[in-house]
């Protein structure tokens, strides 16, 4: 008989070490909790992974769009550089109709006038007035021929510049 309440001591012992209906249902909200924290987690990092990588996605975008924009910006430097070298700009203006201006008179703020002006002769000349230093260089024979040029007036036989009668504008 003795070994009787020895089992009961076990059975009890036993009956406490195994769950029971009430113990499980305890435990069934912190499983739970923790299944919906874990699935949460790896579901807010599926969406930070996606909003990454959709970032990536677009800056390199961003990056192939800034590299063809320099592209074409420095293309276009290119172009404006071509249009404004000496020889460009003289052969326009040729195209023009525009020809080298003669000598310069200078008006002075009190009327006076500097100088004897002299009207732009037109040249049918084919040599450029302007050109830049390559040109020159790859352009010019050993001994270059004289350029025609305009007849330059000399200091001596020039007329007295006509300061005697200050020219005046309307409205001064």
């Not at 074409?72 to 020809?99: F, I, N, S, T, W």
Request: net charge neutral; charged share 20%; proline share 13%.
């Amino acid at each position: 008989m003795s070994r009787k309440p020895e089992l009961r001591g076990r059975a009890a012992r036993l009956a406490r070490l195994l769950p029971t209906a009430s113990g499980q249902a305890a435990r069934t909200p912190f499983v739970l909790l923790v299944v919906l924290l874990l699935g949460g987690g790896l579901i807010g990092l599926l969406v930070l992974n996606s909003a990454l990588s959709e970032g990536s996605f677009r800056l390199d975008d961003l990056k192939e769009d800034t590299k063809s924009l320099t592209d074409e910006e420095q293309a276009l430097q290119r172009d404006v550089d071509a249009y404004a070298a000496p020889e460009a700009l003289q052969r326009r203006a040729r195209e023009l109709g525009m020809v080298p201006g003669g000598d310069p008179a200078f008006l002075y703020p009190d009327g006076t006038v500097k100088g004897v002006p002299s009207p732009a002769a037109r040249q049918s000349s084919t040599v450029p007035l302007v050109l830049a230093p390559e040109v020159l260089g790859a352009r010019l024979p050993a001994s270059p021929a004289p350029l025609p040029s305009a007849p330059v007036p000399d200091a001596a036989s020039a007329p007295p510049p006509q300061t005697s009668q200050p020219v005046t504008t309307p409205g001064r």
